[in-house]
């Protein structure tokens, strides 16, 4: 169904550029990456975004590999952006185990240091991997159980 959906929206290029759905799974790289060569110059800098996805692969050295092959492709000047849930609050641990316990979809929370090892060769961006609403704050915000950061490929 999103397949069909996404195929209907993205069927036009603008002045500003196009836009393609790739129907793969992060666990292979490959095909991702040959498909959006079809659109996008691997030779130029990209961005990367692995958005609060990979706590669902249950094996970090796993993610620590699809992490690392894709941004082997992309150019110098690349960036990777990556948030996940954590393991920092016993609540939120236990409302995981919960929500697996109850036939849900097992969500793996990580501990910042497990995150931070996905950015290994890359240059954080500040403030660094930090809670996300405190990546750049508004005066107000408040942090929550999921980490995130911007790392520039050198």
Do not use: N
Not at 126 to 138: K, S, Y
Request: net charge negative.
């Amino acid at each position: 169904m999103v397949l069909v959906h996404a195929r209907a929206l993205l069927s036009s290029t603008t002045s500003e550029g196009v836009t393609t759905y790739v129907p793969a799974d992060y666990h292979d790289p490959e095909t991702i990456l040959a498909e959006a060569a079809e659109t996008l110059d691997f030779d130029q800098p990209v961005a990367v975004m692995f958005m609060g996805v990979m706590g669902y692969e249950p094996d970090l050295a796993v993610v620590r590999s699809i992490v690392a092959r894709v941004m082997d492709a992309t150019a110098s000047g690349s960036h990777l952006v990556l948030w996940d849930g954590t393991d920092t609050s016993p609540e939120v641990v236990s409302g995981a185990d919960r929500l697996a316990q109850s036939g849900g979809v097992p969500y793996i929370l990580r501990s910042p240091e497990q995150l931070a090892s996905c950015f290994e060769g890359l240059t954080l961006v500040e403030p660094g991997l930090v809670p996300i609403p405190l990546w750049r704050p508004e005066p107000d915000a408040e942090a929550i159980d999921a980490y995130g950061a911007v790392a520039r490929k050198p």
